[in-house]
Structure formats: C-alpha cells, structure tokens
C-alpha cells in the first residue's frame, strides 16, 4: 500500500471519528437544552408540559412532545377566538380552551445537515398539511402538498433557524355551501427567522412574489407583487429592540367602493439605535408614483428622524404601554406611561422631517420640511397647557409649485366636465389664477412668481408666519381652557402637576436650522445678474461637524444652528455655480429649493476650496453653509455666479 494510500485512508478514519465525536456531542448538547427548556415553560402558568425530552441517537435522535397552551384571563379575546378558529379547522385545542402540540420528530445530527443550509448542529423538517375541514374552503388546492414546509436549524455558533415556505394557491374561496365568495392568489412565500442562543439578537427577512384578494359582494380587490423584508433586531432592555429594518415592493394595487389606485415601487427603511444612553431613529420612505384616482403622483420621498430620547425612559414607556394593554393594572399604567414620557420630553427629543417632496407635474414640486421640539421645561413650573406651549418649538414650511396647483386643478376639472384638452388647460389656468389671487390676502400663504410657500414658527410662546412680526401663541386659541379642562377629564390618570415637558432640542449638531435667519446678507437673484460673480465675504466654520448631521458625504464644521447665507434665486437659463475662495481649507454645503442637500470638500481648479454646479438650476431658496474642513473658524468669501467657477 503506498504513502498516499496510507494517508488518505488515516485522514479518512479521522474524518470519520470528529463525525461520530461532533453528533455524539450534538445529541447530549441537545438532551440537555431541551430538558432545560422544559423546566422553563413548568415554570409558566400558561403552559402545561406532559412531556418534552429529546431522545438523542448516533447520527439522529427524536424530539417527543406533548404541551397545551392555555391564555390567561388577562390575554386578549382574539386570542380566545383565533382557539376556536383552530377547532373549526379540525386542530386540537384541548378541552380547556387550549392548544395542545403533541407528537415527535425526527431530528438529523451535523455537522453535514444537507438542506439549504448545509451545515449546522443540527436539522429537523417540519411538514404541515392544510387541515381536511379546511380544504373544502380551497377547491383549487394542489393535492397533499403541505401547507408550510418548515426547516429547523440549530447553527454552529449556537444560532436557530427556522426557515418558512408556503404552498402556492391560486384559485377560488368558497363557503360551506360551496359558493364562491373571493378570488386568492398566494406565490412563493418564503420567511427565515434567526435567533441566538439568549434570543437577544433576532433577523427576519422574507419575500412574497405575488398576495391577491379579490371579493367581488364587497368590491374589494388587492394585488401586491414582489414584496420583501428584512429586520436585524437587538435587545438592549427587556423591552427595547433596535436594528435596521427595511420593506420594499414593486406593486400595490388595490381597488374599494368607489376607490382605486396603485402604489409603485416602495421602498421603506428604518434604522434605530442606543447611543450613549439616548434613543434614535432614521426613517426614510420612497415611492415612484402613487396614484389615487383620478389624482397621480410622481415621486414621493419622506426623510424622518427622532433623536435625543432618552432610552432608559422609552424603554419604560414601552413597559408600561404594554401592561395597559395587558389589563396589568390600568391606572397604574396610565401613571407609569405620564411618569415615562415626563422624563422624555424633560431630556429634550428632537423630531426632523426634511423634507416629504411629492412630485405631481415635476420633480419635488411640492414639499414640506417640519422641526419639532421642546425648550427648557422645568419640573417646577405649572402645567397650564399655555406654559407648555410656550416651550414649544416648531419650524415648518410648505412650498407648492404654481405648476403642481394647476395639475391638480386640471385633474379635478376633468372628473367634473367632460371637454378638450386645450379646454381643460385653459380653465385650469383661470382657475389658478383665481386660487392665486384669493391666496393673496392669506396671512398663513405667500404667493410667489412660480410658487406659493408658508412658513411657521413657534418659540418661546411666540408664533410668526411669513416672517410677521411675532404673536402671543395662545391668542390664537380661544379655546385654550376649555382644551386643558377636557384633556384632563378625559385622561383622568397621573397627578395634576405632572408635566408633559421638556420637549425640545439642543439644536447645535442633529440638524442644520435651514429656517433660521442667515448670519450674513441674504441675496436676492434673478438670472443674468450683475456684477457676476457675487461676492460675500463672511466668517466660515464653527463647532458643529457636517458628518454626523448630513452623512459621510459631507465634511467639515458649520454653526447649525443659523445658515451663513440665503439665495432667492429666480432662474433662467443659465447654470448656477456657488463657490468659495478662502486661504484655508474650507467645505460647502447647500439646501436647494427642492429640499435636496448637496456638498463638496475640493473641487476641481479650486484647491482645498469648495464648489457647487447646479445644471438647470429651480428658482427659490438655495441655504448656504461654508465650513472649514478643520473645527473654528476664518475669514472666506462666497462667489455666486452664472459663469462658472473662476478663483
């Protein structure tokens, strides 16, 4: 026998022995989990173990179990009923108004698990078929195919798998008598769920080609395709799960009485974190066109964050809500939920949306950016509604492009009358103007060239619109008293001097204040300008790092809490450029009309100087900041001009 042989054969028998090592282990590994798992759920009032005990082999073992699940008094009826939903399927529910599982299962030793996955401690196969009682609903239901085919993983690093695939249907639902009553598409519904071993580290992700449901008594149809999910979830209090989380689809379309429309291409995200003991929260929205008829839009976008929560307090706060909801002591949890968000708003959270754009004639011609918060609240003060809304901090704006108010107005027009193109476009502009004129005398509107914008403004119990003059906020509520006497009736939980407050930001690094007033001129252009370029000399910089306020894209130190410069642009047709000419290293960046942020460190033929080049600039408001790459400040100018970037 030669060398090789040897050797092969030598490495073959050790193969062979880590095997019959590893699936020994796996089976008193598993022995021992589960039994410890079963004096876990004896522990529980709501759950009756008989037995559940793993009965390890070689290179397999078995799972014998037999549990019934009983709701506590306190749980939720639809508990109760979705029990005796089971029972009308023809699945056991014990005598007791229970769910009882019983059975055993077969139970494949690692490390080779084949599946979809490979490799692992081991695997067991789950087929659940569609109940008989259930199938006389499903007329169309292909044969024995299971209803879910289930996939159970233990990983090697101690992680579980449980991977979810659904029968497809696609067919009629009948009722007892055998009439039909919906049309139900389901394909290719697949979901995989991970855990640790401590279940303090959860992902979900999953997709659905195509759900449609159509009830033709009702006039209800629903039509999604190509939807998918995702979720990376970690626990930092009992309570507390954060991660990111995202949902994506290519088509909703649905249609009700009277109602129909269709969502494309969705995209919805959300990340949420601890930091340093404070709750945050990014969520971002997109969808390429919404159509509600007979109104369509073009895109959506929606940019939203909470920061500056405290987390300990949200962490309560969910404690509580869920123990109302649990029946857990009603008023106890009224006065922990007031107590909870007493702490919050004291600590000051901040809530940013900037901008929703909505596009209806062109891109993002309608759009909204809004700045919630609250400033200052002290314990001691009263808890009159007028001293918490004079800590009140709110900054708002509306913009509407004339063009999206005439498509609108078009769009109407069309449903009401029946008439020509050219009659539609001509009515719809005289309409407009109508609007326009009547909007003139509003104090909330300003009607502009191409546009129409509000603003609002809420500080200190002051309110402006338009930049007016500031007012008394609770001048404008005459009914003030009467709201405050209301709430607390109908609250009827927690001390009278329990304060709602403290709801406000610390401003100077969460968000750039786009709505404040500039620490420089403002510039007021219309295309062809002269002098050109337009030169502002200003102190740039400042202590607030663009990084951790607008992305890694943008670099540098700004003051957030003013913009350096303001530019009404009216355009024509020429580009834009904003550059900068400093003899240190300085960076830009800039909020144009459309509520879009642009920035730039180095650009070409400038050194360590900025620039930006709008092509086929929008009229309206470009906010400026001029930073430098380094924290502090130094002299700089800001050049504006229609011919390029000239240092």
Request: charge should be negative.
């Amino acid at each position: 026998m030669s060398g090789y042989v040897r050797k092969g054969l030598s490495a073959l028998i050790l193969i062979a022995l880590l095997y019959l090592v590893f699936s020994f282990w796996t089976s008193r590994s598993l022995s021992q989990e589960v039994a410890a798992y079963a004096d876990t759920l004896i522990q529980r009032d709501d759950v009756m173990v008989t037995q559940l005990e793993y009965q390890g082999g070689l290179f397999s073992g078995t799972l014998v179990y037999d549990l019934t699940w009983r709701p506590m008094e306190g749980e939720a009826l639809e508990i109760r009923e979705f029990l005796m939903l089971l029972d009308d399927f023809g699945l056991e529910s014990g005598a007791a108004g229970g769910l009882r599982l019983r059975g055993h299962q077969r139970v494949l030793h690692g490390p080779w698990i084949g599946g979809s996955h490979r490799f692992g401690r081991a695997r067991a196969t789950v087929a659940i078929p569609l109940p008989d009682a259930a199938r006389v609903y499903l007329p169309q239901y292909p044969g024995k195919t299971p209803l879910f085919s289930i996939e159970l993983v233990a990983g090697l690093r101690g992680e579980s798998i449980v991977s979810i695939r659904s029968a497809d249907y696609r067919g009629r639902v009948v009722d007892e008598w055998g009439e039909t009553v919906a049309q139900l598409t389901l394909l290719g519904m697949n979901i995989e769920l991970r855990g640790n071993r401590a279940i303090t580290r959860v992902g979900l992700h999953g997709n659905i080609d195509r759900w449609a449901l159509e009830i033709p008594s009702d006039d209800i149809s629903i039509d999604l395709t190509g939807l998918k999910f995702s979720s990376r979830q970690s626990l930092v209090t009992p309570s507390l799960w954060v991660g990111p989380q995202a949902l994506n689809f290519d088509k909703l379309v649905f249609g009700f009485t009277e109602t129909a429309g269709e969502i494309v291409g969705a995209s919805i995200r959300s990340d949420d974190a601890v930091r340093g003991g404070q709750y945050e929260s990014l969520t971002s929205l997109h969808f390429d066109a919404i159509r509600v008829l007979p109104f369509e839009t073009g895109p959506v976008a929606l940019s939203m964050r909470l920061s500056n929560v405290d987390a300990s307090s949200y962490a309560a706060l969910l404690e509580a809500v869920d123990a109302m909801y649990a029946g857990d002591g009603e008023a106890d949890a009224y006065d922990s939920i007031y107590a909870a968000l007493e702490t919050i708003l004291q600590k000051g959270p901040k809530l940013a949306v900037d901008p929703l754009t909505i596009a209806v004639a062109d891109k993002d011609d309608i759009s909204v950016s809004l700045y919630v918060g609250f400033d200052g609240f002290n314990r001691s003060e009263t808890t009159e509604i007028e001293d918490v809304l004079r800590h009140l901090v709110l900054d708002g704006r509306v913009r509407i492009q004339h063009s999206a108010l005439q498509a609108l107005l078009r769009t109407r027009l069309a449903v009401d009358h029946e008439q020509g193109t050219r009659t539609l476009d001509a009515r719809a502009q005289l309409e407009l103007a109508e609007l326009l004129e009547s909007l003139q005398a509003s104090e909330w509107v300003e009607v502009k060239d191409d546009h129409i914008e509000g603003t609002i403004r809420l500080e200190a119990g002051l309110s402006s619109r338009n930049a007016e003059e500031p007012v008394d906020l609770t001048t404008h509520f005459g009914i003030i008293d009467q709201a405050q006497q209301t709430a607390r009736a109908l609250l009827g939980f927690g001390s009278q001097d329990s304060a709602l407050a403290g709801f406000m930001p610390g401003r100077s690094a969460d968000v750039l204040m786009h709505l404040e007033e500039p620490l420089w001129p403002a510039q007021r252009l219309s295309s062809g300008f002269t002098p050109d370029p337009v030169r502002v000399d200003l102190i740039a910089g400042g202590q607030d790092a663009l990084e951790s306020i607008l992305g890694a894209d943008c670099v540098g130190y700004v003051t957030a809490a003013q913009p350096d410069i303001v530019i009404d642009y009216t355009a024509g047709h020429f580009d834009l450029y904003v550059y900068v000419d400093a003899s240190h290293d300085t960076t830009l960046a800039i909020r144009d009309p459309n509520g879009r942020w642009f920035c730039n460190d180095d650009a070409p033929g400038l050194g360590l100087n900025p620039g930006l080049h709008f092509s086929d600039p929008v009229s309206g408001r470009y906010t400026v900041w001029v930073g430098n790459y380094s924290s502090g400040t130094g002299s700089a100018t800001l050049l504006i001009s229609e011919l390029g970037m000239n240092p």
